[in-house]
């Protein structure tokens, strides 16, 4: 499968962005998807994810309550609804997919990456 994350941008602190990831092919509905996020000289972490049906989610402690993950599987796109965003937030944000029973704060567990989106947020 082939990731396409995008909607990253430059916002000022307490604004709202929502990222897209479009996944190519038909199993789409099949993948465990999650969010990742890096910053200049830190090791990439979890963002959030959401397995298959979209029944359940998952998120790091630092984003519960601002950010919210979902899916639809007749567009083959996972969603990252961001609010409330800080300037902590600043990182370039990656998508990615895994067809395996997962743990989903594990990014070994993720078979498949998007190319990420800058998410810069100003104080």
């Known amino acids: 499968v082939q990731l396409q994350a995008s909607g990253g941008g430059l916002v000022q602190a307490g604004d709202s962005l929502r990222l897209s990831c479009a996944a190519s092919?038909?199993?789409?509905?099949?993948?465990?998807m999650g969010w990742f996020r890096q910053a200049p000289g830190k090791v990439r972490e979890f963002v959030a994810a959401?397995?298959?049906?979209?029944?359940?989610?998952y998120y790091a402690d630092s984003v519960k309550g601002r950010f919210t993950i979902s899916r639809d599987n007749a567009k083959n796109t996972v969603y990252l609804q961001m609010n409330n965003l800080k300037p902590e937030d600043t990182a370039v944000y990656y998508c990615?997919?895994?067809?395996?029973?997962?743990?989903?704060?594990?990014?070994?567990?993720?078979?498949?990456w998007g190319q990420g989106t800058q998410v810069t947020v100003s104080s």
């Open positions: 990615a997919a895994t067809a395996r029973t997962w743990v989903p704060g594990d990014f070994h567990e993720y078979d498949y």
């Open positions: 092919g038909r199993t789409f509905s099949s993948y465990a």
């Open positions: 959401i397995n298959w049906s979209g029944s359940r989610t």
